[in-house]
C-alpha cells in the first residue's frame, strides 16, 4: 500500500492499494486488474486477480478450449 497526500499544508491522504496479477506478478496500476472467480456450492471460493495481458490469454485459451470440444457439434453454438 502507498500513501499519497501532503499533510504539512493540510491536504487530504491518498491511500493507494497496488494489485500484482497472481499469474506474472506484474503490477495491475497502470492498465487495471480482471478477477477469475469460483464460488463452490460447498462454500468454497477461490480466485485470480489477473493482469489485462494474463487474463487475455486466460479468455483466449477457455475460448479455445470451447471451440475444440465443439467442433464436431451439429448446429451452431
Request: glycine share 12%.
Amino acid at each position: 500500500m502507498e500513501l499519497e497526500g501532503d499533510l504539512a499544508n493540510g491536504g487530504a491522504i491518498q491511500l493507494k492499494k497496488t494489485v500484482l496479477c497472481d499469474v506474472c506478478g506484474a503490477s495491475t496500476a497502470e492498465t487495471g486488474h480482471g478477477v477469475l472467480q469460483a464460488q463452490w456450492r460447498d462454500g468454497e471460493c477461490e480466485g485470480l486477480r489477473l493482469c489485462k495481458a494474463c487474463f487475455g490469454y486466460a479468455m483466449a485459451t477457455l475460448r479455445r478450449e470451447h471451440e475444440a470440444r465443439h467442433l464436431f457439434d451439429e448446429g451452431e453454438q
